[in-house]
Nanobody, 122 residues
């Protein structure tokens, strides 16, 4: 099994940057696609980005294309989300997830982290 723990959230001004990290425990990290989702107050959880097991493919929600970058370091069992040009509408709890293949569907993921709060002030 895989246990995921996110870190790096916080309060940032509009236009600023944050880098989220998600570290996995377990022995099968390398074979999993890793995704980021977010959930804002009063809204459903939504897809943000995903990276394939070998890092060869990445996909992004239209709302974050050109601003966010997902990457992974399998030697460190860690996936990252670099967030630039942040907007107030990016404010949400961000969740890391592990799945068997890259997908934007919540049900495609087997393991989830506890979430980390990102707040962007105007």
């Amino acid at each position: 099994q895989v246990q995921l723990v996110e870190s790096g959230g916080g309060l940032v001004q509009a236009g600023g940057s944050l880098r989220l990290s998600c570290t996995a425990s377990g022995r099968i990290f390398r074979s999993y696609a890793m995704g980021w989702f977010r959930q804002a107050p009063g809204k459903e959880r939504e897809f943000v980005a995903v990276i394939s097991w070998n890092g060869g493919s990445t996909y992004y929600a239209d709302s974050v294309k050109g601003r966010f970058t997902i990457s992974r370091d399998n030697a460190k069992s860690t996936v990252y989300l670099q967030m630039n040009s942040l907007k107030p509408e990016d404010t949400a709890v961000y969740y890391c997830a592990a799945g068997r293949a890259p997908t934007n569907a919540i049900l495609g993921y087997d393991y989830w982290g506890q979430g980390t709060q990102v707040t962007v002030s105007s």
